[in-house]
């Protein structure tokens, strides 16, 4: 099978250096176009990719087109590989926020696979969310899994949830980033250097992550058993909910989950 990566950014690269890391997909069969050719030479040198000429070479070229553009340059990128695409391609799409029938009101009826991964592919932990157009079938979803498992967990969700799994398996990412570097921060303010401070917020957020999936117990009766009575640990749990933590995260959810249902 022929995988053609149209846009080779930041996630395509990713995806494009777990897939051959794995070793499951032979030299060849990896094929891509981007629109400033820096990039794709880039990955020509690193990965092997084979590189093509044009949107409408690579969906040409391949048995499964992945679309890896921006959502508002899907427009230009479909009507130009339109005449080269047919029922027997699939197609693969990792744009936020545009739903499968988006693409087979422009494509026609073809098998469409829409894939939402995350940025921690590149460290090969992504949490890739996947679902089926009408006309894709089981083999088509095998694909995505075999694809996006090299850069991590694949989950099989409804089309309607993807809104909501961009803004917990997606956006969150950034939510932790921001807690990270506000932990690292609190503790350069009280003395320890950076790169330390730093080093020890993400060893934390890694190790509670890991405690919390392995562990049957509740996240709050995990943090409860941290909490001692009159110890320091309940003062900065109480001083983070009295500030709004909580109430803080589920708004910036619900607003992730607002803008992605206005980009359909
Ligand atoms: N980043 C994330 O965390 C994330 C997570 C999940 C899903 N996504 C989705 O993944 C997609 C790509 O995101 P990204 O972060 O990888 O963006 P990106 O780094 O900006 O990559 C997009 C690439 O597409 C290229 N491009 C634009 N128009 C093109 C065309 N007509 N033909 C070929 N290449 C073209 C751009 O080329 P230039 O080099 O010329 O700019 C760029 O390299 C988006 O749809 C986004 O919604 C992203």
New binding site residues.
């Given amino acids: 099978m022929i995988y053609g990566f149209?846009?080779?950014?930041?996630?395509?690269?990713?995806i494009l250096r777990g897939m051959v890391r794995s070793g499951r997909f032979p030299q060849g069969t990896l094929r891509g176009?981007?629109?400033?050719r820096?990039?794709a030479l880039a990955l020509e040198k690193e990965l092997g990719l084979v590189l093509c000429q044009?949107?409408r070479e690579?969906a040409e070229q391949a048995d499964a087109v992945v679309?890896?553009?921006?959502?508002q340059?899907?427009d230009?990128?479909l009507e130009?590989i339109a005449p080269a695409v047919s029922a027997d391609k699939l197609i693969l799409?990792?744009?936020?926020?545009?739903e499968t029938g988006w693409y087979e009101e422009r494509l026609g009826p073809v098998p469409v696979i829409r894939?939402?991964?995350?940025?921690n592919?590149r460290v090969g932990k992504?949490v890739s969310a996947i679902c089926a157009g009408p006309y894709a079938r089981p083999e088509h979803l095998s694909v995505a899994r075999d694809m996006f498992s090299t850069v991590g967990t694949v989950y099989d969700v409804e089309e309607r949830l993807f809104s909501a799994f961009?803004a917990i398996g997606?956006a969150s990412?950034a939510f932790v980033h921001l807690y990270i570097d506000a932990l690292a921060s609190a503790g350069v303010q009280a003395g320890i250097p950076r790169p330390l401070s730093q080093e020890i917020a993400c060893r934390v957020v890694e190790g509670s992550a890991l405690l919390t999936a392995q562990s049957p117990e509740h996240p709050i009766a995990l943090m409860d058993q941290v909490c001692s009575p009159g110890g320091t640990t309940i003062e900065g749990v109480h001083t983070l909910k009295r500030l709004g933590f909580e109430t803080a995260v589920q708004q910036a959810v619900r607003a992730v989950i607002e803008k992605d249902k206005k980009l359909k």
């Fill in positions: 149209i846009g080779l950014g930041n996630m395509a690269s990713a176009y981007n629109r400033t820096e990039k044009s949107e690579t679309l890896c553009v921006k959502p340059m899907l230009g990128v130009k799409t990792i744009a936020a926020g545009k894939v939402m991964p995350n940025i592919a992504s961009s997606g990412g």
